[in-house]
């Protein structure tokens, strides 16, 4: 009789295990599917400009996201700062839409988003001349960790979320590094779906890289920030700011930068505006 109960109890933990990414589907569309609160609606039109340029169907999937995003993702206040439904609904818009085109989940390995009134301080280990350990200080506007946590600093937040045209917003670009850390450290090249898409992947985002590079050396300037030369990690990070931001001008001057990012994000900025 024990061994049968055994049995029984295996087989229940592995039907549990095999219908639970059914039950967060189901899950997931009846949160979706609910009304968007008006208050949020107003909250986007006023705080977020960028969702008005994309198409109606586009806005519909992306309220249904954040809805998703906020029943499920904890935004904490840090040093002080109290979570107001502005906070919320601003982190919420801009954090989704990364995802409109694909099917990708919600960011699975998220498992809070800390906010800061402003600009906040970090300890980075520093290798310094003969192999000297030594924590840096670093005083930033987001951080994105592999070990489930995005960081933003709230005044950096809606001021990007106020200028859609400046291609600088600090939410996308965290988010950016979110979906480069699925599956291991970031290092600007996201989940794909094949090798082959990695090759062409890996050969144009090289070959702008090193473009970027050489026209800092030069002193040229570009659309590109130079801090999209810090790392490969960081050049993915940034340039998924311009694609959501300044998508026609990126098109235009780096066009299979733009295709390559339209394909990944299965998404056309370019034809919203």
Avoid at 24 to 34: D, G, L, Q
Wanted: aromatic content about 10%; some cysteine; glycine content about 8%.
């Amino acid at each position: 009789m024990p061994l049968f109960i055994c049995f029984c109890l295996v087989l229940l933990a592995a039907a549990g295990i095999a219908l639970w990414p059914l039950w967060v589907r189901r899950r997931r569309e009846r949160i979706a599917s609910r009304p968007f609160p008006p208050a949020w609606r107003r909250l986007l039109r006023r705080h977020v400009p960028l969702v008005s340029r994309l198409p109606a169907r586009q806005q519909l999937r992306l309220k249904g996201l954040m809805q998703v995003f906020l029943a499920e993702k904890p935004i904490l206040g840090c040093r002080g700062l109290r979570v107001t439904d502005e906070i919320r609904v601003t982190i919420a818009a801009l954090a989704c839409l990364p995802l409109l085109g694909a099917a990708r989940g919600v960011y699975p390995e998220l498992r809070q988003v800390l906010v800061y009134p402003s600009a906040f301080v970090v300890d980075r280990p520093v290798t310094e001349s003969g192999g000297v350990l030594s924590d840096q200080r670093r005083v930033l506007a987001g951080e994105s960790w592999s070990q489930g946590q995005v960081l933003l600093a709230w005044d950096e937040v809606r001021r990007g979320a106020a200028t859609p045209g400046d291609g600088h917003n600090v939410v996308i670009h965290e988010f950016a590094h979110q979906l480069d850390q699925a599956g291991g450290p970031a290092n600007g090249a996201p989940a794909l779906p094949s090798a082959a898409a990695y090759r062409r992947w890996s050969v144009v985002m090289q070959n702008e890289f090193d473009a970027l590079r050489w026209r800092l050396a030069r002193g040229e300037p570009g659309l590109i920030d130079p801090y999209a030369a810090t790392d490969p990690a960081e050049f993915f990070a940034v340039i998924s700011e311009l694609f959501f931001e300044r998508p026609i001008e990126l098109a235009a001057g780096h066009p299979a930068l733009y295709s390559e990012l339209s394909g990944y994000y299965r998404l056309d900025p370019a034809s919203w505006v």
